[in-house]
């Protein structure tokens, strides 16, 4: 089955600097890579998605990037606010026609964003 | 926000006792999911349902069974709960490519 590794576990950065969370997936026939947020308490949302036919997806301040080959996808997030103080979940799936597909989660990252 | 609740939201019980998570949704999808998070973990498939009576395992599924007898509900349950089943339990379900997660539901198992 497949298997989502997430690094780092702890990220600190300065308000108003970039922070990158970077996930491998292990298995070539995943096409669907989300990115849930977490705050205390709460289910996880989604904040972006790509799909295998894509190598990069922004909004706003958010951007994520695909390497199919080296099957890695990564987390890029600018100007940081103390807002984006969470915990953030990388994650990988084969959506197949009319299958369930349930996501593989990374471990996740906890963004901490200094004032 | 995404139409979708879970009961209860907190439920302490022991060891050996049956309990039943509910998850609702309001959105008539057919795709949903039964997860759990524990901490260096992230979160784990445990059941998943295609339709009403359509269900099948996930990861982690020993210990849990699922029933889905309308579309808007998916049940979780644990016959016969036990201490490594406290948790935090989550329900999703599926609107095109992307799943949409519950509130959750904080179990603790005595």
């Known amino acids: 089955g497949e298997n989502v590794e997430q690094h780092p576990s702890t990220l600190s950065v300065q308000e108003g600097d970039s922070a990158v969370i970077k996930c491998t997936y292990s298995?070539?026939?995943?096409?669907?890579f989300p990115w849930y947020k977490q705050e205390l308490g709460k289910g996880p949302q989604l904040i972006i998605d790509i799909r295998s036919n894509v190598g990069e997806k922004k909004d706003q301040r958010i951007a994520v990037t695909l390497n199919k080959t080296a099957k890695h996808f990564s987390l890029h997030i600018t100007e940081t606010q103390p807002e984006d103080s969470a915990v953030y979940f990388c994650a990988a799936t084969m959506y197949s026609g009319g299958g369930a597909d349930g996501l593989t989660f990374g471990k996740g990252t906890h963004l901490i964003i200094q004032p | 926000d995404a139409g979708i609740t879970q009961s209860p939201r907190h439920k302490v019980t022991e060891t050996g006792t049956p309990v039943t998570l509910r998850c609702h949704q309001t959105?008539?999808?057919?795709?949903m999911y039964w997860y759990r998070q524990d901490p260096g973990h992230g979160l784990r498939l445990i059941h998943y349902s295609y339709g009403v009576k359509d269900t099948d395992k996930g990861e982690v599924s020993d210990g849990y069974s699922v029933s889905r007898s309308k579309t808007e509900d998916f049940l979780l349950t644990l016959e016969s709960a036990t201490s490594s089943q406290t948790s935090v339990y989550f329900c999703?379900?599926?609107?095109?490519?992307?799943?949409?997660f519950g509130p959750g539901t904080r179990l603790t198992v005595l």
């Open positions: 959105e008539n999808h057919r795709y």
């Open positions: 298995d070539s026939a995943s096409n669907y």
């Open positions: 999703a379900m599926r609107r095109k490519d992307t799943q949409y």
